[in-house]
């Protein structure tokens, strides 16, 4: 695919991917924006693409782990955005003041669904956990990359089953 024809396919899928974002997001502003993100990451990584596969699923993909990655970015620096009309930036990290005691339970009880789970679920599991890509875990456990990814999942949907106590209610 020649690169104008790679970025006219780009500019076709942008009202589709809209919708997406927006879902992510919550908001227009940031939908644009990671909309954006999404477009330029994939203009600058077009050579990973390979003809014949699905550009849009691609493009699905490329924005979910834009999304995620800006999250705990954030996340991790501690700041959210107070979205009043002022639109200030605050760092809140030092004004929280959290109970331990909270984080115990629930450390204890996540260690105790984890050790419920069948040995078959909880291997792969934690071994994604522990950093481990897909491909090395099926390697290791010497069985099909399609099988590791789905035991991860139902051990994700056992651990979600058994800790709905922490899951909060919108």
Same mark, same amino acid.
């Given at each position: 695919? !020649?690169?104008?024809? @790679?970025?006219?396919?780009?500019?076709?899928?942008?009202?589709?991917?809209?919708?997406? =974002?927006?879902?992510?997001?919550?908001?227009?502003?940031? %939908?644009?924006?990671?909309?954006?993100?999404?477009?330029?990451? %994939? @203009?600058?990584? &077009?050579?990973?693409? !390979?003809? #014949?596969?699905?550009?849009? =699923?691609?493009?699905?993909? *490329?924005? &979910?782990? !834009?999304? +995620?990655?800006? $999250?705990?970015?954030?996340?991790?620096?501690? !700041?959210?955005? /107070?979205?009043?009309?002022?639109?200030?930036? *605050?760092?809140? #990290?030092? %004004? +929280?003041?959290?109970?331990?005691? $909270?984080?115990? @339970? =629930?450390?204890?009880?996540?260690?105790?669904? *984890? #050790?419920?789970?069948?040995?078959?679920?909880?291997?792969?599991?934690?071994?994604?956990?522990?950093? @481990?890509? $897909?491909?090395? +875990? %099926?390697?290791?456990?010497?069985?099909?990359?399609?099988?590791?990814?789905?035991?991860?999942?139902? =051990?994700?949907?056992?651990?979600?089953? /058994?800790?709905?106590? $922490?899951?909060?209610?919108?």
């Amino acid at each position: 695919m !020649t690169t104008l024809e @790679f970025s006219y396919s780009l500019t076709k899928l942008t009202k589709s991917l809209k919708p997406f =974002a927006l879902k992510l997001t919550r908001d227009l502003d940031d %939908a644009n924006d990671l909309l954006q993100d999404t477009m330029v990451k %994939a @203009f600058t990584n &077009k050579d990973k693409f !390979t003809d #014949g596969t699905n550009l849009k =699923a691609w493009l699905y993909t *490329i924005m &979910k782990n !834009t999304f +995620i990655t800006n $999250y705990q970015r954030m996340v991790r620096r501690g !700041t959210f955005v /107070d979205t009043s009309d002022n639109l200030h930036f *605050i760092n809140s #990290g030092a %004004a +929280i003041i959290e109970n331990d005691a $909270y984080g115990e @339970f =629930a450390m204890k009880d996540i260690t105790t669904a *984890i #050790g419920n789970l069948d040995d078959v679920y909880k291997n792969p599991f934690m071994m994604h956990f522990r950093g @481990f890509k $897909y491909h090395e +875990i %099926a390697e290791k456990l010497e069985i099909p990359i399609g099988t590791v990814k789905n035991r991860i999942h139902i =051990a994700r949907k056992l651990l979600k089953d /058994d800790l709905c106590v $922490y899951q909060t209610k919108n």
